[in-house]
């Protein structure tokens, strides 16, 4: 590289002289934020910043947005390059793949520990951005899970809110199966390659494909086996389910109303409010698991956080405009629920107006503080280094139990080849 | 002997036909989508809707749009004109004046075409960084411009142009630049046409690079808003046929256009 | 005397046509290539790397997705490049025929696959797929299954469907190539052919295909290569969750396991590197066969 780096840097700079090709938008104080889904994460980082600059007019922060999956390539193509030029102030990174960046470059984030009171954050979220005593993030929306459900359907099929208060997973087959008895409607879309119900599941028991050290928590692991159990046999029970591909796809399914519910995390509210059934809906806990030590019914899905990268021209007013709304302005956080159903991991949020009101889209139920009742609850875990790589593992697994493998040889079979991927 | 005949164009007709109606559905099925509202797309209406302009206006207000299309166009265009000089320059040098070190060379393109782009990217984009032309039209067409492929194509294309012409040429006192500009350009236009229609939808459609380098909204091409788009937590497929439709739509103009040319070539631009 | 100097001056011309193309090449391709080849012998996680020899080649012979990864990559290849060809060349002839009716219409249906972005395409196909999609509901209303196929979740038909998406995507691209190729053939030579009474098969097979083996071998090396690259289908229809390759890494491909092995795994740019060389050598093979093929045929 260096040898033709001087070189390069000549021919380049003859080429763009010439052309004026180059249009560098580097301002030193100007903060740039990079996020996914602009019309969630955008719009809620976008009312951060107009109440920011309403009381600081010198300050310049910019949201750029791309696919999720395109802003993880373009981090980590930069973060592998060594090359800071280009890189944005502040950058939204999904909670799972944290210890991923954090850990892979160090040095690349910008350590808050001092600078941000975190007692006042969810403390699963904090617990995943830090390494070493060290807090990186600003934690954001929280993935609290919930088993959001068609409140008329279900009461077609007997079942009232009271019902679904306390399930087990296995109970949650015997609902979908009356459901579908009685309405001819399956409970679920299911995307048998989206890995977020043994997410669910296994966070929901305080477990996680690795342990606190890291080590893989696979083999010999009974909540892991359970869960994997489990989530087989739902998948063995076509009547419980519509079969999706995608994203589109399983979000359409419960839009369009042709399933009953879906169980995911709480920033699925703004989207299944963005229809025309008010009134239909309602959220009970998620299930818990069967017979497994440290049970519980609730747990985690997705949620995010914000990263301030060390090399920043504009750091300190990145740092300081995180640290003056998002972990300041309660009523900041009241707007954004409103707006996005964008559910803070700000624990003094929670005691705002909006927190607290009854939605009737979900027919008068509380929701919000239902979610909150729930987050506290949530078993805290170490989402580690390799979560995609036991996804894939799993994945590769699923066809041949649902045709009735048996569940030891595919453990013993994901161990293996997520040891051999992970040396 | 006549009715077997008869038949079988019969048959090839029918078949032409059915390979149309394949490759065009789906097209009549974004169009469709464009001018539905979410939930009737993902319901799987085939039928047209009536929320076509409310998408639209749904996507103007979202997008900066002439801004967009002004990046997409600049980039797609300039670098397809570049592309199709160096490119045939290219090609004609490797065909008409073969030597042994040249052939050499050749082999040895064919090998880096191979070389996926994935695994260049990073030490690319440390190029670009350090060279300080991150987030530039310029970043964005360089590393396309001598695109090995269309160098290619141009070789191989070149085995048709007739040696004669050249000579003949030669004979008339021309110099190699001229017969180049003014005899092989000319006479190989459709060539021409069908390596811009491909180069012009590659450049327009390009996806990663562009992504990897871009860093402003400003700079963004149609290809990386649409994909923006798509990344909704609950994703609003009318909006995104809209903006598919758009971004599809100069691509299709510009073979439409191109189309005419493929037929002046087939009137004998080769005698 | 003058011969020689004649000689002088047209490798100089040579040299100079192709030398625009040649620094931007050097520039843009060698350096990056030689980059990953000197990455290729390290190992580590992202930028923490250090020289491992041939550890990561000997990753490759115990990784079980690499074998998965290189079986599909090779299925993909032997099946859909051939059935391509072939259709592209035969529409290519079709379509050539002045009589024909309908054939600018015809010529622009079927080449406008091609010009779709990936993302509308990847949309389409995966609604157009989908269990109780368009293709599903045709194939039973017509009574050829009874029920609905698994496009996305069965490993054997999500291969079909990437076959398919492909095939549908680049036919009428390589058919352009062809219908290109035939405008330089000069019509006299099938006047002549026609008079002599030889049949329209055998002035497909004689005249039709020999002049156009260079083109058929463009295509074909450029379609092996892109096959052997294939990624773009496999990363968003046959993708869930972000994750392509579905199910169960049943298309999952060499091009997609570097993407994951570089943005969606820990990052591990050598092994990355590493895998990438095999599809260099790869090319290299099925190259060299196919230029050897064509030249003795």
Not at chain 2, 84 to 109: C, N, Q, W
């Amino acid at each position: 590289m260096t040898f033709l780096a001087p070189r390069l840097r000549n021919v380049f700079g003859m080429a763009t002289g010439i052309s004026l090709l180059a249009l560098s938008a580097a301002w030193a104080d100007e903060v740039t934020v990079w996020c996914w889904a602009p019309e969630f994460n955008g719009a809620a980082m976008n009312e951060a910043i107009a109440r920011y600059t309403a009381a600081n007019p010198d300050a310049k922060i910019t949201v750029v947005d791309f696919a999720k999956a395109d802003l993880e390539q373009k981090l980590q193509t930069q973060l592998a390059s060594g090359t800071t030029e280009g890189l944005p102030d502040i950058v939204l990174i999904e909670d799972y793949g944290a210890q991923k960046y954090l850990q892979s470059f160090p040095g690349a984030f910008e350590p808050l520990t001092d600078k941000i009171d975190y007692s006042q954050f969810a403390d699963y979220k904090v617990g995943l951005a830090t390494v070493d005593g060290q807090t990186y993030s600003l934690p954001f929306d929280s993935g609290v899970t919930g088993l959001f459900y068609r409140s008329d359907l279900l009461e077609q099929a007997g079942y009232k809110a009271a019902d679904l208060a306390d399930l087990t997973w296995d109970q949650v087959i015997e609902v979908g199966l009356k459901v579908k008895e009685a309405t001819g409607k399956p409970l679920f879309s299911i995307d048998i390659n989206d890995a977020g119900a043994m997410r669910i599941m296994l966070q929901s028991a305080g477990q996680w494909y690795f342990k606190e050290d890291g080590t893989l928590n696979i083999k010999d692991n009974p909540v892991f086996k359970k869960s994997l159990e489990t989530w087989v046999k739902m998948l063995q029970t076509p009547d419980l389910y519509k079969q999706v591909s995608g994203w589109g796809d399983y979000t359409g399914a419960f839009n369009n109303g042709d399933v009953a519910g879906v169980f995911t995390g709480v920033w699925m509210t703004g989207g299944i409010k963005n229809n025309n059934m008010a009134g239909k809906w309602a959220v009970a806990p998620i299930p818990r698991l069967d017979g497994v030590e440290g049970a519980t019914n609730a747990s985690n899905l997705g949620g995010s956080s914000w990263y301030v990268l060390s090399s920043a021209p504009a750091k300190d007013t990145a740092i300081d405009f995180l640290k003056t709304v998002w972990a300041g302005d309660v009523d900041f956080y009241q707007k954004i629920l409103v707006g996005q159903g964008a559910f803070g991991a700000y624990l003094p949020a929670r005691e705002g107006e909006a927190y607290s009101a009854s939605d009737d889209y979900f027919g008068g139920q509380s929701v919000w503080a239902d979610f909150s009742n729930w987050q506290a609850k949530i078993p805290s875990v170490n989402y580690g280094i390799f979560t995609g790589e036991v996804d894939a593992a799993i994945a590769a697994q699923l066809p041949g139990l649902i045709a009735g493998g048996s569940i030891d040889d595919a453990i013993t079979a994901i161990d293996a080849q997520v040891s051999q991927m992970i040396q | 002997m006549r009715i077997f005949t008869k038949l079988s164009s019969f048959v090839v007709q029918a078949l032409l036909w059915l390979a149309a109606f394949i490759s065009v559905f789906p097209f009549y099925w974004m169009l469709s989508g464009a001018t539905n509202t979410a939930n009737d797309i993902t319901g799987g209406k085939v039928t047209p809707g009536t929320a076509l302009f409310d998408n639209i206006s749904k996507f103007f207000t979202l997008v900066d749009a002439p801004r967009i299309f002004f990046n997409s166009f600049f980039v797609a265009l300039v670098g397809t004109a570049i592309t199709l000089i160096i490119t045939s320059m290219a090609g004609y040098g490797f065909e008409m004046f073969r030597s042994k070190a040249r052939d050499r060379i050749f082999g040895v393109l064919l090998l880096m075409l191979s070389v996926p782009f994935a695994a260049m990217m990073i030490p690319l984009f440390v190029m670009f960084s350090k060279a300080g032309l991150m987030n530039s039209y310029a970043a964005i067409m360089l590393p396309t411009l001598a695109s090995i492929f269309m160098i290619f194509y141009f070789r191989q294309n070149t085995k048709a142009f007739p040696h004669e012409l050249r000579d003949a040429a030669r004979m008339d006192g021309l110099k190699e630049w001229q017969i180049f500009a003014f005899i092989y350009m000319p006479v190989m236009r459709s060539t021409y046409a069908a390596a811009m229609i491909i180069v012009f939808m590659t450049n327009w459609n390009a996806y990663l690079w562009p992504l990897i380098v871009l860093q402003t909204n400003e700079m963004k091409t149609i290809t990386l808003v649409v994909a923006s788009l798509a990344s909704a937590y609950t994703p609003d497929y009318g909006l995104i046929m809209i903006a598919n439709v758009l971004a599809t739509l100069p691509t299709i103009l510009v073979f439409f256009l191109l189309q005419r040319r493929f037929v002046e070539g087939m009137l004998g631009s080769v005698k | 005397m003058k011969l020689v100097t004649y000689s002088n001056r047209e490798n100089w011309a040579g040299w100079s046509f192709i030398a625009p193309a040649m620094v931007l090449v050097g520039l843009f391709m060698v350096y990056p290539i030689l980059w990953s080849a000197w990455m290729s012998f390290q190992t580590g996680k992202g930028m923490m790397t250090k020289f491992g020899g041939t550890d990561n080649i000997v990753r490759l012979t115990q990784d079980p997705i690499f074998q998965r990864a290189l079986g599909n990559t090779l299925l993909f290849l032997v099946i859909q490049v051939p059935i391509m060809i072939v259709l592209a060349l035969l529409f290519a002839v079709a379509l050539n025929n002045p009589r024909l009716r309908g054939r600018a219409i015809l010529r622009t249906a079927i080449f406008l696959p091609c010009v779709t972005s990936l993302v509308a395409y990847s949309v389409l196909f995966k609604s157009m797929f989908a269990l109780d999609g368009v293709v599903n509901n045709t194939l039973i209303f017509l009574n050829i299954v009874d029920e609905p196929i698994g496009w996305m979740f069965d490993p054997f038909w999500a291969k079909v469907l990437i076959i398919m998406a492909i095939t549908w995507r680049w036919v009428g691209y390589n058919m352009v190539f062809y219908l290109a190729a035939l405008q330089n053939i000069d019509p006299s030579i099938y006047e002549a052919a026609k008079v002599d009474g030889v049949p329209a098969y055998a002035r497909f097979w004689r005249i039709t295909v020999p002049m156009l083996k260079p083109v058929i071998l463009f295509t074909t090396v450029l379609s092996t290569i892109g096959t052997l690259q294939l990624f773009d289908e496999v990363n968003t229809i046959t993708a869930s969750a972000g994750v392509g390759g579905q199910p169960a890494d049943a298309t999952l491909t060499l091009s997609l396991y570097i993407y994951n092995l570089t943005f969606r795994f820990m990052p591990s740019f050598g092994y990355a590197a590493t895998v990438s060389w095999v599809i260099v050598i790869l090319v290299g093979i099925l190259s060299w066969l196919q230029f050897r093929v064509a030249r003795e045929r």
